[in-house]
């Protein structure tokens, strides 16, 4: 079987890779081309994206740091730090 693209996005509470994880999105295509199931999960798969890196995971985007200054308050949107990280793994047969 060919190896396939994987993609995990990791969403943290600062830029940097040693920050804690608190959301994240799979983006699987060794799983095939169709959606067994949508599973929710009670922990992320990696708690920094360090121990995503030291599992085999590449680094394709960081966040950058932004400045802010105390009347900035809450922003609300997206989580502002995210990590995109990649790895390729052998397509599973669908069957």
Known sequence: MPSVQDILVLFQTAPALDSQVVAWARYEASKGTRIQDLVEEADPPYNTAIEAMRDGWQVLQM???????????????????QTVMSRFNELQEEG
Do not use: Q
């Not at 950058?64 to 997206?78: A, C, N, T």
């Open 63 to 81: 966040s950058e740091l932004k400045h802010r200054v105390p009347e900035d308050g809450y922003e609300l949107g997206p989580l502002p730090y």
